[in-house]
């Protein structure tokens, strides 16, 4: 790919074989159309960059800078491109992503849109389960990634943090705790022996599906539901009655081979987003 000028390019060859007409020969351009160019960047840049002599053509002091720091600019300039076509054009097949149903909604939509708007060639395979069967799924290789909720470090799993969420106890009216009648929680959750402790006083209802607990308790009074913040807020339960009982870590996971891949890097890029 050409990245500069007719006359750049005859400095160059100059420069680089210290004759006109090995430049022209080179280039495959006429030796005085050569002698043309080079005088006509000398006059853009107003200096003298070469001067003629029995021997052939010296650059000038000014003349052998500017053809160092023109080379190096060059070469990476042109892997710079090179990089930017590669990735381009290696981006694309078929991605095996896992992910908590919960979390593919909260949080999913803007990237998996961001990945097909950037590199139409790509495109994923969705696959529904809890964290720890999607990670057990990526580890043996089932799936290319995995989108979960307080990962385990499993068979040596790479861990791609991307974004934390509050959990505690939450109600769509306003009530204290000491009143509160009855809780609905989700049996995967993390630390859930030590918060239901604190809970003793109420009825505890198990219900293995965020959506489903959250609307009960919406509908039902003197009830409250153990949520991650971003679930309690889009089923509006909008007031808060316990501290923050602790904060899922959200992560990106995947195996350590996978990293090697420019497809890895422009989907972890997209991950980044949700920081």
Not at 39 to 47: G, S
């Amino acid at each position: 790919m050409d990245l500069i000028t007719v006359e750049w390019k005859c400095f160059i060859e100059i420069a680089r074989t210290g004759s006109l007409s090995k430049a022209a020969s080179a280039l495959r351009l006429p030796q005085p159309s050569v002698t043309k160019y080079l005088q006509r960047l000398e006059r853009n840049l107003d200096v003298r960059l070469s001067q003629r002599s029995n021997r052939g053509v010296k650059l000038t002091q000014t003349g052998e800078l500017l053809f160092r720091n023109l080379s190096h600019a060059q070469a990476q300039l042109s892997e710079k491109v090179h990089q930017a076509l590669q990735q381009q054009e290696e981006v694309s097949g078929r991605v095996q992503l896992g992910a908590h149903r919960i979390l593919a909604l909260n949080y999913l939509p803007p990237v998996i849109s961001s990945l097909y708007n950037k590199y139409p060639a790509l495109s994923m395979d969705l696959t529904f389960a809890t964290s720890l069967e999607i990670s057990r799924m990526v580890a043996s290789g089932n799936l290319d990634y995995g989108f979960v909720a307080n990962p385990l470090p499993l068979n040596g799993l790479v861990i791609h943090s991307c974004l934390e969420e509050d959990v505690g106890l939450f109600t769509s009216s306003k009530i204290s705790l000491s009143s509160l009648k009855r809780v609905f929680y989700n049996p995967e959750m993390q630390l859930l022996n030590r918060i239901l402790r604190k809970l003793r006083h109420c009825s505890l209802e198990s219900i293995a599906d965020y959506e489903v607990l959250a609307e009960l308790s919406g509908r039902m009074a003197q009830s409250a539901a153990l949520l991650p913040r971003p679930i309690a807020h889009r089923y509006k339960l909008n007031h808060q009655i316990s501290p923050n009982y602790y904060r899922a870590k959200i992560a990106l996971i995947f195996r350590s081979e996978i990293q090697r891949s420019t497809r890895h890097r422009a989907i972890i890029e997209m991950f980044n987003q949700l920081r």
